[in-house]
């Protein structure tokens, strides 16, 4: 199972099941809106003002990262020095702008002289069941309902690809006559 499939059907999933009578409260732990920023090097243009991607790397890193750059030593202690940008300069991808690296030559060149900026979004976190990625959906009966009708309507639900839509299975461990029984899902 690939995230990304996993990630564009579920919420799919998640509406369906919302549209049945028998559940309330239907929800999932999947988080797809961590904040993404990919900086594409133009190694070509890169190399050709001198710049290697190791320049590149620390310059980045001395921007955004916390660099030790020294060590004060004292009779008791001792204190290591860190340099970092100031905080106002790196809230947000904008600052790229603002950074020049240093060529082979000693010239200073602007970040986005030879790199390209996207933003986009991620997954703050991708579950696994074994080697699998997972995620969870959780539901509450509706008022009068029972787990064994909510889990035919689920099962119903999850059948359905008129639209093309891979369909769910449902995989579970425990017996289902218990009352609190996990119902894993997976494409197939």
């Known amino acids: 199972m690939d995230p990304k499939e996993l990630a564009y059907w579920t919420p799919k999933f998640v509406e369906k099941l919302k549209t049945l009578p028998d559940l309330r409260d239907v929800a999932t732990d999947q988080l797809n809106d961590g904040l993404l920023a990919t900086l594409t090097i133009d190694r070509d243009t890169a190399s050709r003002l ?17 660099r030790q750059v020294s060590t004060i030593f004292t009779q008791l202690n001792q204190y290591h020095v860190v340099m970092e940008v100031d905080k106002s300069f790196r809230q947000t991808p ?23 900026f996207e933003a986009g979004t991620s997954s703050l976190a ?20 029972s787990l064994g009708g909510a889990t035919t309507a689920i099962d119903k639900g999850a059948a359905g690809n008129r639209d093309g839509r ?19 899902m997976s494409l197939c």
């Open 126 to 145: 991708i579950n696994h069941q074994g080697q699998f990625p997972v995620v969870t959906i959780s539901f509450n009966l509706a008022p009068g309902a």
């Open 50 to 66: 001198g710049i290697l991607p190791a320049d590149i790397d620390n310059t980045l890193y001395d921007a955004f990262g916390q």
């Open 166 to 184: 891979p369909a769910f299975k449902r995989r579970s461990r425990a017996p289902r006559r218990r009352s609190c029984v996990p119902f894993p």
């Open 94 to 116: 904008a600052a790229l702008k603002d950074i020049y690296v240093r060529s082979s030559n000693g010239q200073q060149v602007p970040l986005s002289a030879f790199t390209r």
